[in-house]
């Protein structure tokens, strides 16, 4: 079945440092990835949707400044946290479909990264 | 809007006592519902897909069922190695986003 790697799976880190974050498709190629935040006991929440050589789309109340999100290859999606700060620490997983399955089909989740900001 | 809701927020059960969680849901068009379970520090990982109602699929000990409105994941005779988070998602007939329930954390005792 399709495979998803994301890296690192812990951060912690001072306020103000920026931290990037992978996501790759192992075995197949994903034009579109997905960047969820989810925190204690509660649901996914969809940040943005990441498209392989253009921007990404952001949900609303995202700030898309703050956190940036790079599609530069058909398995590589990177989102970087721009100066962090304690209120963003939290779970952060991405997602991946294999377009070649259909739209139906589920999609995929990495194992997440836990962000901790000191 | 399309919305998921799941219930209950939390089940503890004997190890051995089946029962069912639930999945309501509210979409524009059901492309497909799924099933995730998903471990603490760790992302979902997929159980099934179910795209009519009526439909069913099984693995060991989980069956998921389809309704116009509902899905359900059964769990019969369930052991400690169960218990995880369980979410529910639907995709609209758009294809693109997916939304997903809170989920139902589920325990069970040895």
């Known amino acids: 079945g399709a495979v998803v790697s994301q890296h690192p799976s812990r951060v912690i880190c001072k306020s103000g440092t920026s931290v990037k974050i992978e996501c790759r498709s192992l075995?197949?190629?994903?034009?579109?990835m997905f960047w969820y935040r989810q925190f204690p006991k509660k649901s996914l929440m969809l940040m943005a949707t990441?498209?392989?050589?253009?921007?990404?789309?952001?949900e609303q109340g995202v700030e898309k400044d703050k956190f940036l999100i790079n599609h530069a290859s058909l398995t590589l999606s990177t989102l970087t946290v721009t100066s962090a700060h304690p209120e963003d620490s939290s779970f952060y997983i991405c997602?991946?479909?294999?377009?070649?399955?259909?739209?139906?089909?589920?999609?995929?989740f990495g194992d997440g990264t836990r962000l901790s900001i000191l | 809007e399309d919305q998921v809701t799941q219930s209950p927020e939390a089940l503890r059960l004997q190890e051995g006592e089946s029962s069912s969680l639930n999945c309501s849901y509210t979409?524009?068009?059901?492309?497909?519902l799924f099933w995730y379970r998903q471990d603490p520090g760790k992302g979902p990982e997929f159980l099934f897909t179910?795209?009519?109602a009526g439909e069913e699929k099984e693995k060991e000990r989980l069956k998921a069922t389809l309704t116009k409105k509902e899905s359900f994941l059964h769990i019969t005779a369930p052991k400690p190695e169960d218990s995880a988070t369980y979410l529910c998602?639907?995709?609209?007939?758009?294809?693109?986003?997916?939304?997903f329930g809170a989920g139902t954390r589920l325990f069970v005792k040895a």
């Open positions: 997602s991946a479909r294999d377009p070649s399955t259909g739209s139906d089909q589920p999609q995929h």
């Open positions: 075995d197949f190629q994903a034009t579109t």
């Open positions: 990441s498209n392989e050589g253009s921007k990404a789309t952001y």
């Open positions: 979409v524009s068009g059901l492309r497909g």
């Open positions: 179910l795209y009519s």
């Open positions: 998602a639907a995709r609209n007939t758009g294809g693109f986003k997916t939304i």
